[in-house]
């Protein structure tokens, strides 16, 4: 699963073992910022989708 920076849980569906998680494409910091916080691009927020595939 590739890393996005910034999700947090959101929503989790346990009959369908399934989570959401909140994110967005953020903008690099820039060295010395005021802020070590980036900010998120605008228009950039999604929901990812982890859930399992298949059968165990």
């Given amino acids: 699963m590739a890393e996005s920076i910034g999700a947090?849980?959101?929503g989790i569906d346990?009959?369908?073992?399934?989570?959401?998680l909140p994110t967005a494409e953020f903008e690099?910091?820039?060295?010395g910022a005021a802020s070590a916080r980036p900010k998120a691009k605008?228009?950039?927020?999604?929901?990812v989708?982890?859930?399992q595939t298949g059968s165990n």
């Fill in 14 to 20: 346990p009959t369908a073992h399934t989570i959401y």
């Fill in 42 to 47: 605008p228009g950039s927020f999604m929901i």
């Fill in 49 to 51: 989708q982890v859930g």
């Fill in 8 to 10: 947090r849980t959101m």
């Fill in 28 to 31: 690099e910091t820039k060295p």
